[in-house]
């Protein structure tokens, strides 16, 4: 399409000029606030996505430094999303962490994650085929992104929340729901910009044997 790439330029200059000073991954000292990922923000159509917002050139980082960014950002990122008011938002935090350090996740936006449940969503790491996870029970992951040169970025928080049953066939009663680093609602599923979540489902579907659910990768799953 002629013009686009130029439209596109356009955008990604407005995007690098109004972002915030970057922290360096490297910094160390008292906690200080997480710039948001103004540029993986935009990419895509914004209207209705088909996969996740991406982060260009996303660092791999060793189980260590990817813990110890975190451990200087977590709560700053849940400060964030906290202001949405979301119930969610304001509690995961204090939920049982089911991976050990934050691992990237292509499928996520090449973010790095952290996958946290609930009290009712206990059976999450040990769930069977066939089985399912109970009403009430929420899983939220919180993310950030890490660029080559060392930049830490804000990502979004994605939860699953388990509906009671005939909430939505199509989802399995799960109702899925993003929430951008500023803490502003981007789609809940049946609610605010429901079209914008929908690509949650369709990916998510392909593990109707298992209630929908994927599990923390392997290499990645906390051992208790
Ligand atoms: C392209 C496929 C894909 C899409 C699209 C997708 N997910 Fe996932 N999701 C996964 C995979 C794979 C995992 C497990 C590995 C991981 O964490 O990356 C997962 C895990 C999760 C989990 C932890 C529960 C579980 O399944 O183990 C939550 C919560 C979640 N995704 C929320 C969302 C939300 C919210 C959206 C939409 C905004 C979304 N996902 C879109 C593939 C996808």
Known sequence: MPGSAGLWIIVVVTAFAAAPAVSQASERGPARAIPIDQRAEISGDPAKPRRHFRVPNAARLSPQDASRIYQDFRSDLADGYA?????????????RRFNRSPYLSATHGRRHLNNYANPLAGGYGRLQPGNALPEGAIIAKDSFAVTATGDVYAGPLFIMEKMPAGFNYVSGDWRYTMIMPDGSIYGITKGTHAERVEYCIACHLAREDTDHLYFVPEAHRATD
């Open 83 to 95: 202001l949405s008011n979301h119930p969610v938002a304001q509690a995961y935090r204090r939920w």
